[in-house]
């Protein structure tokens, strides 16, 4: 298939790149002319502009937006609807606000443009893992995106098959489903990300739990010194609580067991803020999750080794730098 990308950072380089590699054709658009450069030279063909970029597409046209959420998002939408026609689609696969792609989706179908949100999950690392996407919007759009979509995946690869899963069909072990109409995608990837801090926590605070068993406030005979890396790589095989997330917190003990590195300055991007404000519209208790995002906020104001922990993490999978590190490097 033919698709245009407007944003070419971290995630949208590598999924134009991903998508070469499946022979579709990409039509590239970013604010830096050396991004679209750089993808020019791999294969992709550049644009100058918004209307450049849909005027090398053909009917009916496919742009995915691959920006921040918020303004840069919503202005993309706006240019694009005053170029593109009625059939064309516009792909968000960013982290926006669920109740976002509700209100775009609207102003879209009222000018004939199909509008889907696709919950990116992958990183960093997507380029060669493929990307777990969370789709949102109608029928009949995402059906067409369907070979973009299976492109970007991971596919079954060597994960077994879950029991009784060959009796439900569906794309689920390709890496990508469509959760149903518009915001739909974005809601799942949102509360996802909010598990996601979750998980991050727990292990976080146990591995601080290990580093600090040498306190003098213990009593010396309950004292250890923990070889931490090898606690996390001894955790990575055959232990119930292994995990990705867990192979990225190996990586980065292995190569500063102190990480040194880290302030422990940990941000959040929107989307835990975002499922705590839906748990509080449901009316459902998310303890765990609600003290993950907290931690987040404490940790701007000091310093725990849990914290370095959680921002090494969040710089592994996604390439995430602390605001500290990018004053010191630039």
């Not at 604010?31 to 450049?52: H, R, Y």
């Not at 759009?141 to 079954?156: C, E, H, T, W």
């Not at 739909?184 to 801090?197: C, L, R, T």
């Not at 146990?206 to 955790?235: C, H, M, Q």
């Amino acid at each position: 298939m033919q698709l245009g990308m407007v944003g070419l950072g971290r995630m949208g380089a590598n999924m134009t790149r991903r998508l070469m590699r499946a022979n579709h054709q990409l039509v590239v658009s970013d604010l830096s002319a050396e991004a679209v450069k750089a993808l020019v030279g791999e294969g992709a063909t550049g644009s100058s502009s918004i209307a450049d970029l849909v005027a090398k597409l053909k009917a009916p046209r496919a742009v995915w937006i691959m920006v921040p959420a918020g303004n840069a998002t919503e202005q993309t939408v706006e240019n694009l609807l005053q170029k593109l026609e009625a059939g064309d689609t516009i792909i968000d696969g960013g982290n926006s606000y669920f109740k976002d792609d509700v209100r775009r989706a609207q102003y879209c179908k009222a000018k004939g443009v199909h509008y889907v949100d696709v919950g990116t999950s992958g990183g960093v690392w997507g380029l060669e893992r493929g990307y777990c996407m969370m789709i949102g919007g109608p029928k009949e759009a995402v059906q067409y995106l369907d070979p973009i979509f299976k492109s970007l995946a991971p596919g079954r690869g060597d994960i077994p098959r879950t029991p009784g899963r060959e009796k439900l069909g569906g794309t689920a072990e390709e890496g990508y489903i469509h959760c149903g109409p518009s915001g739909s995608g974005h809601f799942v990837k949102m509360v996802h990300n909010g598990i996601e801090y979750g998980i991050m926590q727990a292990y976080a605070e146990g591995f601080d739990i290990f580093r600090n068993a040498t306190s003098k406030e213990i009593p010396a005979e309950l004292r250890y010194d923990l070889n931490l890396p090898d606690i996390a790589e001894v955790w990575r095989r055959g232990s119930v609580i292994s995990s990705w997330l867990l192979d990225l917190t190996a990586m980065a003990l292995a190569e500063n067991p102190t990480l040194s590195e880290y302030t422990g300055f940990v941000q959040d991007s929107g989307e835990g803020r975002w499922t705590i404000q839906a748990a509080i519209d449901e009316a459902v208790p998310v303890e765990v999750l609600s003290a993950a995002l907290y931690a987040r906020f404490r940790s701007r104001q000091e310093h725990t080794f849990a914290e370095k922990m959680l921002s090494a993490m969040r710089q592994k999978f996604g390439g995430h730098v602390e605001p500290a590190i990018v004053a010191k490097t630039a």
